[in-house]
């Protein structure tokens, strides 16, 4: 009888462990301390803006804009389009329903950014169209914290100081557009 209550309890805290083991580990959403705004367009990632302390509060957060010049990114995604786009911004990188517009100083540097993504052609922060609300959350998340990003219903908002917030529109459960837009850099 001893012997079948020690091989019963020993079977017993074997099964504890292996399920203990198996329960998958829950992150924290602790935002990290630094993020980017970068967009991957035609197989290339660009990088317009960098935010450092996002773990403190929204007045402690440093901006610092990457000065980027066209003649940068136009190394990378190619000579841009003159035209009107949907942004009015006057020069634009356009494929399909994807539009990054932007203005130049002088100087050829980046004055102002538009990024208004319908398509599948290029995605912002990791996030694509098509892209279910769950992963975009989750991707959103680990980049920038639980706090600077918002859902509503339709709508996933990340704030992001000194532009308005980068925003992902649901439609049935899934990313239908991404918009961005960023003066001053």
Same mark, same amino acid.
């Given at each position: 009888?001893?012997?079948?209550?020690?091989?019963?309890?020993? !079977?017993?805290?074997?099964?504890?462990?292996?399920?203990?083991?198996? $329960?998958?580990?829950?992150?924290?959403?602790?935002?990290?301390?630094?993020?980017?705004?970068?967009?991957?367009?035609?197989?290339?990632?660009? $990088?317009?803006?960098?935010?450092?302390?996002?773990?403190?509060?929204?007045?402690? !957060?440093? %901006?610092?804009?990457?000065?980027?010049?066209?003649?940068?990114?136009?190394?990378?995604?190619?000579?841009?389009?003159? #035209?009107?786009?949907?942004?009015n911004f006057p020069n634009a990188?356009?494929?399909?329903?994807?539009? %990054?517009?932007?203005?130049?100083?002088?100087?050829?540097?980046?004055?102002? %950014?538009?990024?208004?993504?319908?398509?599948?052609?290029?995605?912002?922060?990791? @996030?694509?169209?098509? #892209?279910?609300?769950?992963?975009?959350?989750?991707?959103?998340?680990?980049?920038?914290?639980?706090?600077?990003?918002?859902?509503?219903?339709? =709508? !996933?908002? @990340?704030?992001?100081?000194?532009?308005?917030?980068?925003? @992902?529109? !649901?439609?049935?459960?899934?990313?239908?557009?991404?918009?961005? #837009?960023?003066?001053? =850099?």
């Amino acid at each position: 009888m001893k012997k079948m209550k020690k091989r019963f309890l020993a !079977i017993s805290i074997c099964f504890a462990v292996l399920f203990g083991s198996l $329960t998958p580990v829950q992150v924290a959403d602790a935002a990290p301390k630094t993020a980017s705004i970068t967009v991957r367009y035609k197989g290339k990632n660009v $990088t317009f803006m960098t935010y450092r302390n996002l773990n403190k509060s929204y007045s402690k !957060i440093k %901006i610092t804009p990457i000065s980027k010049k066209y003649a940068t990114i136009k190394k990378k995604w190619g000579k841009a389009k003159k #035209m009107t786009t949907p942004l009015n911004f006057p020069n634009a990188w356009n494929t399909g329903k994807s539009y %990054i517009g932007f203005t130049t100083y002088k100087n050829g540097k980046l004055s102002a %950014i538009g990024i208004d993504i319908w398509d599948k052609n290029a995605s912002v922060c990791g @996030v694509k169209v098509g #892209m279910s609300k769950k992963q975009a959350l989750q991707k959103l998340r680990k980049q920038f914290g639980k706090k600077l990003v918002t859902t509503e219903k339709n =709508l !996933i908002a @990340v704030n992001v100081p000194p532009a308005e917030p980068f925003y @992902v529109s !649901i439609k049935s459960g899934k990313v239908e557009s991404l918009y961005y #837009m960023c003066t001053g =850099l």
